[in-house]
Structures are given as C-alpha cells and as structure tokens.
Antibody
Framework: EAQLVESGGGLVQPGGSLRLSCATSGFLFSSYEMGWVRQAPGKGLEWVSYIGTGGTTIYYADSVTGRFTISRDDAKNSLYLQMNSLRAEDTAVYYC?????????????WGQGTTVTVS | QSALTQAASMSGSPGQSITISCTGP?????????VSWYQQHPGKAPKVLIYGVSNRPSGVSDRFSGSKSGNTASLTISGLQADDEATYYCSSYTSRNSWVFGGGTKVTVL
C-alpha cells in the first residue's frame, strides 16, 4: 500500500524558512510524479507545486514562485519543499501527493499533512 | 490560477441522492478531461473519488459518480449515508500546467 508521511512543519517567523519532507513507501517512487497541496485554516485546497520524474519538470503556483523550491531524492524515496521568505498567508497544512499523469493527472495518494504556522 | 466555483454547502437525508456542481472556464472544465473530485473528512487528508471526469478508482463506492455538461462538472452521491458527511472538492489540471480546486462543498446528512 502506498504511503506518504510529511514532516518538517512548525512555527516560524515571517521572513523565515522551513524545509518540508515527504517520506514515501509502498510504491516505486522514482516512477511517479509528485506534488504539494496546502490548506489554510478553515479554507479550501490550494495547489503549490509539482515535480516530474527525474526532477526535470517543475511547476509552481504564482503565490509561491521565487520563494519555494520543490525537489526529490529518488535514492531516499523522498520529496521536499524548501520554503523561504515565508509570509503569514503561507500558514497552512501542507500535503504531499502522488500524481498519476496517465490518470488525467489526478492526485491519487495523499499524506496526512504537516502544519506550518508563520507568525 | 482562479478557483473553480462550488456551492458552499448542501444537505440531504439518508438514502437520497445529491449532486454537487463545479463550474469553471471552458479551458479548465468544459474542454477538459482532467477533472477530479476529492472527499475530505474533518482533520483528514483528501481522498480521490473521481478522476478524468467520470472514472472511479478501485475501492471507491459506485454510489459516487461523475459527469460533465458544458462548463459544469458534477459529482452525484447516491444512497446518501452518514459517512458521506464531508467536504467535497473538484479539481482540474489546466493547460497552464497547474491545478485549480473548487472552494469545496460541505455536505450535511440530515
């Protein structure tokens, strides 16, 4: 069974940095595209970033472009999100998700989320 | 990246059917096969119910079905059950290499 476990969230001051990690198991990580989605308190889902296999294709939401960097380490079966210049509006639960490109780009497996508070 | 439009809340009685709508521009919904639906219970991660407008992953109940007409995608829940009380999100992978989500529809089972 595919599993995703996020970590690295916490309380950070505005302008600070955090690095989120997503440890994966139960599937061949290197063969799958991955992404990050966040959810502000009491709000809906917002896509943050996507990374293709091999890390050669990367996309970001306008709201995080230039501040966040997505990466992956296939040897460690892990996905990362480096978040710099954090703002209060980045406060959210951050989920990593597996992307099935050949299933109309659906996010079919999600982690339980890690909470980031910028204050 | 503009959000897709969903009603904020809906309700139904056990056994009834409800249909949740999701409206967006033609590029994101009307002309797209990349529409998905997710269910999220409070404090839990989203779970995919429908992908590619009307496809159901294995393990998802056939009480959930998806369709589309014009620029509106729909999720129908048949035989409403207590455990269906959750928030439902539509999503689309866009031609701008991004994903957009609807604002979510909170379903209450009366």
């Amino acid at each position: 069974e595919a599993q995703l476990v996020e970590s690295g969230g916490g309380l950070v001051q505005p302008g600070g940095s955090l690095r989120l990690s997503c440890a994966t198991s139960g599937f061949l990580f290197s063969s799958y595209e991955m992404g990050w989605v966040r959810q502000a308190p009491g709000k809906g889902l917002e896509w943050v970033s996507y990374i293709g296999t091999g890390g050669t294709t990367i996309y970001y939401a306008d709201s995080v472009t230039g501040r966040f960097t997505i990466s992956r380490d296939d040897a460690k079966n892990s996905l990362y999100l480096q978040m710099n210049s954090l703002r209060a509006e980045d406060t959210a639960v951050y989920y990593c998700a597996r992307v099935r490109v050949y299933w109309y780009s659906v996010m079919d497996v999600w982690g339980q989320g890690t909470t980031v508070t910028v204050s | 990246q503009s959000a897709l439009t969903q009603a904020a809340s809906m309700s139904g009685s056990p056994g009834q059917s409800i249909t949740i709508s999701c409206t967006g521009p033609s590029s994101d919904v009307g002309d797209s096969k990349y529409v998905s639906w997710y269910q999220q219970h409070p404090g839990k991660a989203p779970k995919v119910l429908i992908y590619g407008v009307s496809n159901r992953p294995s393990g998802v109940s056939d009480r959930f079905s998806g369709s589309k007409s014009g620029n509106t995608a729909s999720l129908t829940i048949s035989g409403l059950q207590a455990d269906d009380e959750a928030t439902y999100y539509c999503s689309s992978y866009t031609s701008r290499n991004s994903w957009v989500f609807g604002g979510g529809t909170k379903v209450t089972v009366l």
